[in-house]
């Protein structure tokens, strides 16, 4: 069994309203030195092994679902763990 973290945020050249305004609010309960916030989004999940590359396999789920890779990048990491 695997446990797999999937991190997605928006590519460095994207606006990001949601940061822009999480910023301004900061701002707003005087935490200036805030410089900029990025908003993105985090998955977990748990994937039984399989005959399939769990590389692959994950890579492929975030390229079709997890990811709009015209707008955000993706990482991962994969976790081997014992199954309960």
């Known amino acids: 069994m695997y446990k797999v973290k999937v991190y997605v945020t928006l590519r460095e050249n994207v606006l990001d309203p949601q940061g822009n305004a999480v910023?301004?609010?900061?701002?707003?309960?005087?935490?200036r030195e805030v410089k900029d916030v990025r908003i993105g989004k985090f998955m977990e999940l748990t994937i039984?092994?399989?005959?399939?590359?769990?590389?692959?396999l994950v890579r492929d789920m975030?390229?079709?679902?997890?990811?709009?890779?015209?707008i955000e990048d993706y990482r991962y990491e994969i976790e081997e763990v014992v199954a309960p």
């Open 48 to 56: 039984e092994k399989s005959e399939r590359n769990i590389d692959e």
């Open 62 to 70: 975030c390229e079709k679902l997890l990811a709009n890779t015209v």
């Open 23 to 31: 910023k301004q609010s900061l701002h707003s309960l005087s935490y």
